[in-house]
């Protein structure tokens, strides 16, 4: 794809190293649109399904029920006046939400939005996401010691705590679906799922995998399902949503590490919030949902058709997300910590051991 | 003054000086407390309360509620004003309960007087009476709720809440500060609508409840994050005077509406809930909820009867026994009620004149707040916030 895109630039604006530098930079920035296009589509599924399920209507008043309020709110943000407080830390306060989006903005590069674009074809993708997710963490430490206020402090202290402990059973979860494909090519993991639901890895994976002879692939189906529902819990803590929104608990920490930010910078974590929920979706659906696979053979499986079955699974679990968040209470630091260590953890490693004996012995 | 002198300079920046890792004896390394003031602008103190709380980390070493913010000097205003002009200002104390705390004025008054109201009169206030603590347990479950991130029972209960409030409306006009129990009587007669409107309501109020228990009360994760936590044992509660859903919580049965019966509450069979530790330790933050809870289902069933009994025919005028002159012959009174948040109490002092000598208010919210350093030392900063919100105070009538 990046070659049509080259040659559409260069019949546009002849050949030459600029042409060049555009379409990369077209290339690079096309997942920033389907960032902000979907931002603002989530940001008003929020409102509106909050509203629905609280016997409200929800925003009504901008444009035609209410659909353009993420873009007044938008608008609203940029004017919006943007304050330091006077002890903070310039440098840190003021590169911390920078830091933050672009942790989380750079997941998108290895995301495999169909099967003729991906950012960056990366031979280890799904390595590389998990460790840029981790650049976050780095940017809500600044924003909390950064900021000068207890409340930030307390927050960032508890979202390190509680990003870096959900890791584990997030990779865990991932970890059986690399064992089972033998890659960590977010395309070839997709690939591999091709040709219905039955071959998607949440059902145990393609059952045309070398040595696997068809039968075992079902031993791995229950196997499967508790991965995919420890990688969604420990999704749910990564991205800081309810139950495990405890870095920016209101009831307790005012907003968290970004208690101080006003404006443009406020926006920007709002964004990386809404960023890394389709990330970790996007992910969930790669690895145990098929990717850009239609769920049935030869239905509707254009090429071009992978990006929507891709932003749809994606876009399904963020309204889940959302679902669960106008749901649920909060749990408290130590509980959350408990759910990871004592149940999480070894639940992930019986899975891992789980797979690997069946991999390693049956599958030859 | 030298403390905050003291807290002052602590908070002053110092210069840096570094050392290199190898020079720090690890013995003069010390951490020390973070003092973190919670309030007077935060989400969670339910009104303008401050909480200055001393954090080790995130557990609660010392808590210390500041009050009066909310300072309306009520106690000297109404010894400036007669005695019927002192129930609007009633109103605004308790704004979660107007109607009880304004039952509770007037029966101090008719007390002193010895005014006997019609019996048409003591049916709506206390239908009104029970509507107000089920429209104020709503806001305390609610905003409970809230506390522990549950965002959507909160709106379920405004929604109920407003029912209420509907009703009010039709009867006085007012939704939220009635100025409706009058000394002697009230201000207007029931509406005709109401009756009908109660019917409907406790059917819709019945269903409500049983929703709240489904999605909030037991919910694993709020029985997680509420039951153990803040543990009021009962001597405690007894000896810091607390009343109300805070002391049933903690097991003692005691309600002013059984035990020191007033108005028309002996004829009426109802249940006093108190605490068990059903899912927890006798006195946690889940029995002050579900204490809660069930007295909503109590205050459902009173309404039932009344509606059973009420005199629909009775054309009595609701101000027959309104006195065209207040004016109580010199003495005193302590007169209680029992409120959505317990014992209120007022002690009127009159020396022969049309307006109170003294008026002294001992108000539920204010004393059982009195406990909250007591119940909350040594849990989790998260836990404090859970534990003020069970707490279930009103900065209008803590302050007063």
Redo the contacts between chains.
């Keep these: 794809m990046f070659q049509d895109l080259n040659d559409l630039i260069i019949s546009l604006m002849g050949k030459g190293d600029i042409a060049d530098i555009l379409s990369v930079v077209v290339y690079a920035a096309l997942p920033l649109v389907v960032i902000l296009g979907y931002a603002l589509v989530a940001i008003l599924g929020e409102m509106k399904i909050s509203a629905w399920l609280q016997d409200r209507l929800g925003p009504m008043r901008t444009g035609p029920y209410g659909i353009l309020q993420p873009i007044a709110d938008m608008l609203k943000l940029i004017q919006k006046e943007d304050t330091t407080p006077n002890l903070a830390d310039k440098k840190l306060y003021n590169a911390a939400p920078f830091i933050v989006f672009i942790g989380s903005y750079l997941a998108f590069a290895a995301l495999p939005f169909a099967s003729i674009y991906a950012g960056a074809r990366i031979n280890t993708g799904i390595f590389y996401i998990v460790a840029v997710s981790g650049i976050v963490v780095v940017g809500i430490l600044m924003a909390g010691w950064g900021s000068n206020n207890k409340y930030a402090l307390l927050g960032s202290i508890r979202s390190v705590a509680q990003i870096i402990s959900y890791e584990i059973p997030a990779g865990l979860a991932i970890l059986s679906v690399v064992m089972i494909a033998g890659t960590m090519d977010m395309q070839t993991i997709c690939k591999l799922q091709q040709g219905g639901l039955q071959n998607w890895f949440i059902f145990g994976g393609p059952k045309s995998l070398a040595g696997f002879g068809g039968n075992y692939a079902w031993l791995l189906t229950p196997v499967m399902l508790v991965s995919f529902i420890i990688y969604i819990v420990a999704s749910l803590a990564e991205t800081n949503r309810v139950p495990f929104d405890i870095p920016e608990a209101e009831s307790e920490l005012v907003a968290g590490y970004h208690t101080e930010y006003s404006a443009m910078k406020f926006a920007l974590f709002f964004l990386a919030e809404y960023a890394n929920m389709f990330a970790v979706s996007a992910i969930a659906s790669v690895l145990f949902l098929g990717g850009w696979n239609s769920p049935f053979a030869g239905f509707l499986d254009a090429p071009w058709m992978g990006a929507i079955w891709f932003v749809g699974k994606a876009f399904t679990f963020v309204m889940i997300q959302i679902w669960i968040r106008w749901t649920l209470p909060r749990l408290r630091v130590d509980q959350l910590m408990y759910i990871c260590w004592k149940v999480m953890i070894p639940f992930g490693m019986a899975t891992v051991l789980i797979v690997g004996t069946i991999v390693t012995f049956l599958a030859h | 003054m030298t403390e905050v002198l003291e807290r002052k300079m602590q908070t002053m920046?110092v210069p840096v000086k570094v050392v290199p890792a190898e020079q720090i004896d690890p013995k003069r390394i010390r951490t020390e407390e973070?003092v973190?003031n919670i309030g007077p602008q935060?989400?969670?103190t339910h009104g303008v309360l401050r909480l200055e709380a001393v954090l080790d980390g995130?557990l609660v070493i010392d808590v210390v509620p500041f009050l009066g913010y909310l300072h309306r000097c009520f106690e000297k205003h109404s010894e400036a004003m007669t005695y019927p002009q002192v129930i609007p200002y009633v109103d605004r104390m308790d704004y979660l309960a107007p109607m009880q705390g304004e039952h509770g004025y007037a029966l101090a008054v008719e007390r002193m007087m010895g005014i006997e109201v019609p019996e048409k009169v003591e049916f709506i206030r206390v239908l009104f009476g029970e509507l107000q603590r089920i429209a104020s347990h709503l806001v305390a479950v609610g905003t409970f709720?809230?506390?522990?991130?549950?965002?959507?029972p909160f709106?379920?209960c405004f929604?109920d809440r407003e029912d209420i409030l509907e009703m009010f409306e039709k009867t006085c006009g007012a939704r939220l500060l009635y100025n409706y129990i009058w000394v002697g009587g009230l201000s207007h007669d029931l509406h005709p609508d109401v009756i009908s409107m109660c019917r409907t309501f406790v059917k819709k109020s019945r269903a409500t409840h049983k929703e709240i228990n489904e999605?909030?009360t037991f919910?694993k994760?709020?029985v997680?994050?509420t039951a153990n936590i803040g543990i009021l044992k009962p001597d405690v509660a007894i000896n810091g005077g607390a009343s109300g859903p805070m002391l049933r919580g903690s097991g003692v049965k005691w309600d002013l509406r059984r035990d020191d019966p007033y108005s028309i509450y002996d004829r009426f069979e109802f249940d006093i809930p108190v605490g068990t530790g059903m899912l927890g330790t006798v006195g946690d933050c889940f029995d002050r909820h579900w204490v809660r809870m069930c007295e909503w289902e109590q205050s459902l069933n009173i309404i039932e009867q009344i509606l059973e009994k009420y005199p629909q025919s009775d054309k009595t005028d609701v101000q027959k026994a309104v006195p065209k002159r207040i004016k109580p012959g010199a003495g005193e009174i302590y007169s209680r009620v029992e409120t959505a948040r317990g014992e209120l109490g007022y002690y009127l002092v009159s020396k022969d004149g049309i307006n109170p000598w003294r008026c002294k208010v001992r108000s539920p919210a204010f004393v059982n707040l009195s406990l909250l350093p007591i119940i909350s030392r040594g849990y989790?900063?998260?836990?404090l916030?859970i534990i003020l919100g069970s707490v279930d105070i009103v900065l209008g009538e803590v302050d007063r």
């Design positions: 920046p973070m973190l935060h989400p969670s995130e709720g809230l506390d522990t991130g549950a965002f959507t709106l379920y929604r999605l909030l919910n994760i709020f997680e994050r989790l900063m998260a836990d916030i």
